[in-house]
Nanobody, 122 residues
Framework: QVQLVESGGGLVQAGGSLRLSCADSGRTFSSDPMAWIRQAPGKEREFVAGINWTGGRRYYADSVNGRFTISRDNSKNTVDLQMNSLKPEDTAVYYC???????????????WGQGTQVTVSS
């Protein structure tokens, strides 16, 4: 059974930082692109950051570029998202996803975690 499990969400004040982590089990995605995608209440899913299988290429939404950093450790089967200078508009459920249907910078992925809530207070 394929599983992606996110952790690290929570409540933080604007300007603060959080680090999200995603671990896979059942099937390893160490040879696949992965991404973080978020969905705020009443809004569509939004691509946040993606990374190729080696970790050598990283992609970011304009809204988070320079504040968020995606990384992966294939020896541990984990993908992390370091989020700095958080803003209230970053409030959303953040999903880890693997194996895109097309380019990495998409919200169409084949495998998803259950999501973790990030709330940024003003």
């Amino acid at each position: 059974q394929v599983q992606l499990v996110e952790s690290g969400g929570g409540l933080v004040q604007a300007g603060g930082s959080l680090r999200l982590s995603c671990a896979d089990s059942g099937r390893t995605f160490s040879s696949d692109p992965m991404a973080w995608i978020r969905q705020a209440p009443g809004k569509e899913r939004e691509f946040v950051a993606g990374i190729n299988w080696t970790g050598g290429r990283r992609y970011y939404a304009d809204s988070v570029n320079g504040r968020f950093t995606i990384s992966r450790d294939n020896s541990k089967n984990t993908v992390d998202l370091q989020m700095n200078s958080l803003k209230p508009e970053d409030t959303a459920v953040y999903y880890c996803a693997a194996v895109p249907r097309g380019s990495i910078e998409t919200t169409e992925y084949n495998y998803w975690g259950q999501g973790t809530q990030v709330t940024v207070s003003s």
